[in-house]
């Protein structure tokens, strides 16, 4: 499929009206908030914020949760910088040189190079998203029944790398949700499974509900045990971009990891966290002043906030051509897709070509909007972090509720919402993953009805999985990404080990 | 930790057997050869051999991690306590009683466990918030919240 400019410059003119425009603004900011309270991930802030789209047209919809997405990846960086307290995971890596540098009086230039930072890297991830996602989908269009079924395999195999700490609880976490994904009727017969008799249950579990449990009332759980001392904010903000010399001195950084990022969010499975964490690990190692970096060394601070912001372009870039989220938040973004009625993957390219390059626009615009929102509230944002969580904590419960029901007004969907609610709680308690549910929720059914297909098409002959050349080559992609992941899983957890303790230290010092 | 994966492991272990005696009373496929019951079958054989690694790993002493023990006496188990309590019964009021009264309810409630005593914040945030969610949903998305007690009013 060529790149259509024409089709582009209409889409830009489509998202450029007073009324998209004012989605993405409300989208970013509400994004920005919700990454800069600590605790609240953007996988939370969207799945919270899905049901406002409920009922609105396509576009504005997801406009708004594209700004929401690009809003949270930054908002992460303003906790980090001014209360070392990462928003985000994402933001992780931000705390090491962008608290040291608050403590030193230059939280104004910290956030500055924040901002600007995650603008050039969300700008070039757009970019590359822009122009990869149609070729890739291209490819897929020939897809059939036993190229999905491959392809939810290899979606599946990176199940590992999202595992946390603990392989084998991953694997769990994974193989159940591919379970729940079993809940409700069988694809092909229409076999009613696991229903418990319960017609709300016949067609499994409600996706939104369910996410909005797992990621947003688990947390509510979480945080009504903490102890509720709100920090405050004494730094002062007198910087709204950052100075030519710090941009020169970090140019190469933000290029180096704005492609890092893009790389990295692409890849199914791995989020802005490990996207952050690599390109900062690089960064020191290409420095010529490695010995800076945990001391309030701007240019690490870029290296991060750049890579986690541009990896949501890279993460865009299956969800949209092949129909599997690049991360959790991607994975959310699937569901709210799905309610809107459009189904990502190639044939969302031959079907609604217009949304899709409208959602590259409001992608790009969503950037803009990060960076000038952000410089506008950048004292706002700052105080946002000293909100009230004896407030915050039951309003995101009471949010997440309405949430759920909205969508289908049924009562059985707040239940939903309830009980992996304490599922979510209890997982995370005893460091049991949740991205693998949420991947497997997805991917489960997409595995489990191509191959029940291929099966129909075969007569019943599995050698039809391994016939067509695409499916064999996705097939080996996902054994090599099992072995990869096995063998980097130890790999990547000792320099996650090694950097989070540099970040204890950076707390602690 | 090591209690703590034993259960984990256990749990595993029976929510695979579980879906596999379901499986058993799902029909077979004569022509595609494998039927409903085919993929949970796999999928619970599979969360069954990493429930036993678990299980099996934890009792060799090799658990990863350490987790806090609950103590009924520690404040913040009891406020997660009650949080899961006054959570069930808005979720079960929501309907009967409606979306306003049972959220300002809750609000100010779960206000007062996670510590608020002043009671000005506590009369004026829960129907504040309650009200702008409501507008937002009801009014402005045309999303029906459940009305309840309120129903000839709103």
């Given at each position: 499929?060529?790149f259509?400019?024409?089709?582009?410059?209409?889409s830009y003119?489509?998202?450029?009206?007073?009324?998209?425009?004012?989605m993405?603004?409300?989208?970013?900011?509400?994004?920005?908030?919700?990454?800069?309270?600590?605790?609240?991930?953007?996988?939370?802030?969207?799945?919270?914020?899905?049901?406002?789209?409920?009922?609105?047209?396509?576009?504005?919809?997801?406009?708004?949760?594209?700004g929401?997405?690009?809003?949270a990846?930054?908002g992460?960086?303003?906790?980090a910088?001014l209360?070392?307290?990462?928003?985000?995971?994402?933001?992780?890596?931000?705390?090491m040189?962008?608290?040291?540098?608050?403590?030193?009086?230059?939280?104004?230039r910290?956030?500055?190079?924040?901002?600007?930072?995650?603008?050039?890297?969300?700008?070039?991830?757009?970019?590359?998203m822009?122009?990869?996602?149609?070729?890739?989908?291209?490819?897929?269009?020939?897809?059939?029944?036993?190229?999905?079924?491959?392809?939810?395999?290899?979606?599946?195999s990176?199940?590992?790398?999202?595992?946390?700490?603990?392989?084998?609880?991953?694997?769990m976490?994974?193989?159940?949700?591919?379970?729940?994904?079993?809940?409700?009727?069988?694809?092909?017969?229409?076999?009613?499974?696991?229903?418990?008799?319960?017609?709300?249950?016949?067609?499994?579990?409600?996706?939104?509900?369910?996410?909005?449990?797992?990621?947003?009332?688990?947390e509510?759980f979480?945080?009504?045990?903490?102890?509720?001392?709100?920090?405050?904010?004494?730094?002062?903000?007198?910087?709204?971009?950052?100075?030519?010399?710090?941009?020169?001195?970090?140019?190469?950084?933000?290029?180096?990891?704005?492609?890092?990022g893009?790389?990295?969010?692409?890849?199914?499975?791995?989020?802005?966290?490990?996207?952050?964490?690599?390109?900062?690990?690089?960064?020191?190692?290409?420095?010529?002043?490695?010995?800076?970096?945990?001391?309030?060394?701007?240019?690490?601070l870029?290296?991060?906030?750049?890579?986690?912001?541009s990896?949501?372009?890279?993460?865009?870039?299956?969800?949209?051509?092949?129909?599997?989220?690049?991360?959790?938040?991607?994975?959310?973004?699937?569901?709210?897709?799905?309610?809107?009625?459009?189904?990502?993957?190639?044939?969302?390219?031959?079907?609604?070509?217009?949304?899709?390059?409208?959602?590259?626009?409001?992608?790009?615009?969503?950037?803009?909007?990060?960076?000038?929102?952000?410089?506008?509230?950048?004292?706002?944002f700052?105080?946002?972090?000293?909100?009230?969580?004896?407030?915050?904590?039951?309003?995101?419960?009471?949010?997440?509720?309405?949430?759920?029901?909205?969508?289908?007004?049924?009562?059985f969907?707040?239940?939903?919402?309830?009980?992996?609610?304490?599922?979510?709680?209890?997982?995370?308690?005893?460091?049991?993953?949740?991205?693998?549910?949420?991947?497997?929720?997805?991917?489960?059914?997409?595995?489990?009805?191509?191959?029940?297909?291929?099966?129909?098409i075969?007569?019943?002959?599995?050698?039809?999985?391994?016939?067509r050349?695409?499916?064999?080559?996705?097939?080996?992609?996902?054994v090599?990404?099992?072995?990869?992941?096995?063998?980097?899983?130890?790999?990547?957890?000792?320099?996650?080990?090694?950097?989070?303790?540099?970040?204890?230290?950076?707390?602690?010092? | 930790?090591?209690?703590?994966?034993?259960?984990?492991?256990?749990?595993?272990?029976?929510?695979?057997?579980?879906?596999?005696?379901?499986?058993?009373?799902?029909?077979?496929?004569?022509?595609?050869?494998?039927?409903?019951?085919?993929?949970?079958?796999?999928?619970a054989?599979?969360l069954?051999?990493?429930?036993?690694v678990?299980?099996?790993?934890?009792?060799?002493?090799?658990?990863?991690?350490?987790?806090?023990?609950?103590?009924?006496?520690?404040?913040?188990?009891?406020?997660?306590?009650?949080?899961l309590?006054?959570?069930?019964?808005?979720?079960?009021?929501?309907?009967?009683?409606?979306?306003?009264?049972?959220?300002?309810?809750?609000?100010?409630?779960m206000?007062?466990?996670m510590?608020?005593r002043?009671?000005?914040?506590?009369?004026?945030?829960?129907?504040?918030?309650?009200?702008?969610?409501?507008?937002?949903?009801?009014?402005?998305?045309?999303?029906?919240?459940?009305?309840?007690?309120?129903?000839?009013?709103?």
């Open positions: 499929m060529e259509n400019w024409g089709l582009m410059f209409s003119a489509a998202v450029f009206t007073p009324g998209i425009l004012f993405i603004c409300v989208g970013t900011t509400a994004g920005i908030v919700i990454g800069a309270l600590p605790g609240l991930t953007a996988t939370m802030g969207v799945a919270l914020l899905v049901p406002l789209t409920f009922g609105r047209p396509p576009l504005e919809s997801l406009s708004m949760l594209m929401i997405y690009c809003g990846m930054y992460g960086a303003i906790s910088i209360i070392r307290t990462p928003g985000t995971p994402a933001a992780a890596a931000t705390v040189e962008g608290y040291p540098m608050a403590k030193r009086g230059e939280a104004g910290a956030m500055a190079m924040a901002l600007f930072a995650s603008f050039f890297g969300g700008v070039v991830g757009a970019v590359i822009t122009f990869a996602s149609p070729f890739i989908s291209s490819i897929a269009l020939e897809f059939g029944p036993v190229e999905y079924f491959a392809l939810a395999i290899f979606g599946l990176v199940i590992i790398s999202i595992s946390g700490r603990s392989l084998i609880k991953g694997m976490a994974g193989f159940f949700g591919l379970l729940i994904s079993a809940i409700g009727f069988d694809p092909i017969s229409g076999f009613p499974r696991f229903t418990f008799g319960m017609v709300e249950m016949m067609e499994g579990p409600p996706f939104i509900p369910t996410l909005i449990g797992l990621f947003a009332v688990s509510v979480n945080e009504v045990q903490k102890s509720g001392v709100t920090q405050q904010v004494k730094a002062k903000l007198d910087q709204y971009l950052p100075s030519w010399q710090d941009i020169k001195y970090c140019f190469r950084e933000l290029c180096r990891s704005s492609i890092i893009t790389v990295i969010g692409a890849i199914p499975g791995a989020g802005g966290d490990i996207a952050a964490f690599i390109s900062y690990g690089e960064a020191k190692r290409a420095s010529k002043n490695p010995e800076r970096y945990g001391h309030g060394e701007i240019e690490g870029a290296a991060s906030e750049c890579a986690n912001n990896c949501s372009g890279g993460a865009m870039i299956p969800l949209l051509s092949l129909g599997v989220p690049g991360d959790a938040v991607t994975a959310v973004l699937l569901g709210a897709f799905v309610i809107q009625g459009l189904q990502p993957g190639p044939m969302l390219y031959k079907e609604h070509i217009d949304i899709v390059y409208q959602i590259f626009a409001s992608m790009m615009l969503a950037q803009f909007a990060m960076q000038f929102i952000g410089m506008a509230g950048i004292q706002l700052a105080r946002v972090i000293m909100v009230d969580r004896a407030i915050l904590t039951p309003a995101i419960f009471v949010l997440s509720v309405v949430g759920a029901f909205a969508m289908r007004s049924n009562i969907d707040v239940y939903t919402t309830l009980a992996f609610g304490i599922l979510g709680y209890v997982m995370t308690r005893y460091d049991y993953p949740l991205s693998p549910i949420l991947l497997a929720l997805i991917l489960g059914p997409m595995a489990e009805a191509n191959l029940r297909r291929a099966m129909v075969s007569g019943g002959d599995p050698s039809i999985l391994v016939s050349p695409i499916a064999i080559g996705l097939m080996v992609l996902a090599i990404s099992l072995i990869l992941s096995i063998r980097g899983h130890q790999k990547v957890e000792a320099r996650m080990a090694e950097m989070e303790a540099q970040f204890e230290k950076a707390v602690a010092d | 930790m090591k209690i703590a994966d034993i259960v984990g492991g256990l749990v595993g272990i029976l929510i695979g057997l579980y879906a596999i005696w379901e499986g058993t009373k799902m029909p077979t496929d004569v022509v595609m050869k494998i039927g409903p019951s085919f993929f949970p079958n796999f999928l054989g599979f069954i051999l990493f429930s036993v678990l299980v099996i790993n934890a009792v060799r002493g090799k658990s990863k991690g350490t987790v806090e023990p609950m103590r009924l006496a520690d404040k913040g188990v009891q406020r997660g306590l009650i949080t309590a006054a959570s069930l019964v808005f979720c079960v009021i929501l309907e009967p009683v409606g979306f306003i009264p049972s959220s300002i309810a809750f609000l100010a409630f206000m007062v466990v510590g608020k002043k009671p000005i914040p506590i009369l004026i945030a829960p129907p504040l918030i309650t009200v702008s969610v409501w507008l937002v949903f009801e009014k402005i998305l045309n999303l029906s919240m459940p009305a309840g007690l309120l129903a000839d009013m709103l």
